[in-house]
């Protein structure tokens, strides 16, 4: 089987210095790269140069469009039967294509996912951001475990699918945010079969700083609106948690205005996470980010979704008007 892995890039040339390195160690050469490059001002043309000896790789420039249909660009310059994409903030282990070469010839399916995880040279925001997607105490452990390998939605950082699928689904939409989701739940609609391979994880390094991680997630937020509207029964419990987790926290510390036992609460639920990823990190400094990044997580998606849920269901505005800003800023 040949791979055709599509990277779109976005002002990041030192994550495509890395991501192109990890790619060139690959033991399974049996794939090419396409890097589409998607109106950048900070381009990686000259990274790319330097891989060209060590990796079959195509490089092209286009206007800003977004990841979702900058990967359809790069998916319209490959060869491969099977499509990888990976976001450029990734470090690639050496056996992921193998791996996920040996999944394929024995299981019959259409597109796949994989889980991420954190180097020990990741700064310790980039650990605590890790751990608060990945943790069950923020609901980031539905994504990925091993409950979800039937019906598995993969997310865009880490998803293979055949071209035969990517083609007749008609690519990536034009959402800017949860187009992931949105291709994953038209797979599904199609009749396609989604996996989770655990193997194929990799080294996602996600946001540095904590305002982009909440940027990321309040988007995120908003996004799951969109999708329940674009795809009627999408919407799961879970998906709800977060907006519950805000207003929850919100009436508990206006409760313990009155009655301050109430507080220790919130306390109780961050040291939870401070001892989680204590045990995990076997670091007090990242596991006290942690605590920091859980709620930025929660309070992030949850105040996305909710006023979402005012804009778009309520207000009844259209995705571009009720976002504009949040969008394409």
């Keep these: 089987m040949y791979f055709s892995i599509v990277i779109p890039l976005y002002n990041r040339p030192e994550e495509l210095d890395e991501l192109l390195s990890s790619l060139s160690k ?14 950048s001002t900070r381009k990686g043309d000259q990274v790319v140069e ?10 092209f420039e286009k206007s800003n469009s977004g990841p979702g249909l900058t990967r359809n660009a790069g998916a319209a310059r490959t060869s491969g039967d099977y499509l990888i994409f990976f976001d450029s903030d990734c470090i690639i282990p050496s056996h992921y294509v193998a791996e996920v070469s040996a999944f394929l010839m024995n299981n019959a399916v259409d597109a796949y996912g994989g889980p991420d995880a954190a180097l020990p040279t990741f700064t310790p925001v980039q650990k605590a951001i890790n751990y608060a997607m990945t943790s069950f105490f923020t609901t980031g452990g539905i994504r990925g475990g091993k409950r979800s390998m039937e019906k ?3 997310r865009s950082f880490n998803l293979g699918v055949s071209k035969k699928a990517f083609d007749t689904v008609g690519g990536y939409g034009p959402m800017r945010f949860g187009e992931d989701i949105d291709f994953s739940l038209r797979l599904m609609k199609a009749g396609f079969h989604t996996a989770l391979i655990p193997e194929a994880y990799l080294y996602h390094k996600r946001r540095t700083t904590f305002r982009q991680f909440f ?16 795809h009627p029964g999408s919407m799961r419990v879970v998906h709800l948690l977060p907006a519950l987790f805000v207003t929850g926290m919100a009436l508990i510390l206006l409760t313990g205005l009155i009655q301050p036992e109430f507080l220790l609460l919130p306390l109780f639920y961050s040291l939870v996470i401070f001892l989680d990823s204590l045990r995990l990190n076997r670091s007090a400094k990242v596991a006290l980010y942690s605590v920091a990044a859980a709620w930025i997580q929660l309070t992030g998606y949850g105040s996305g979704f909710l006023a979402a849920v005012w804009k778009r269901l309520i207000l009844k505005k259209d995705p571009f008007n009720a976002f504009e800003k949040k969008f394409y800023d």
């Excluded at 690959?26 to 109106?39: C, H, N, S, W």
């Excluded at 330097?50 to 490089?59: E, G, M, N, Q, V």
């Design 50 to 59: 330097r891989y060209r000896d060590r990796l079959t790789i195509t490089y």
């Design 152 to 154: 598995f939605h993969p």
């Design 26 to 39: 690959q033991t399974d050469k049996r794939f090419e790269v396409i890097v589409a490059e998607d109106g």
């Design 215 to 230: 940027k990321q997630v309040y988007n995120s937020g908003i996004a799951r609106i969109n999708l329940h509207l674009l």
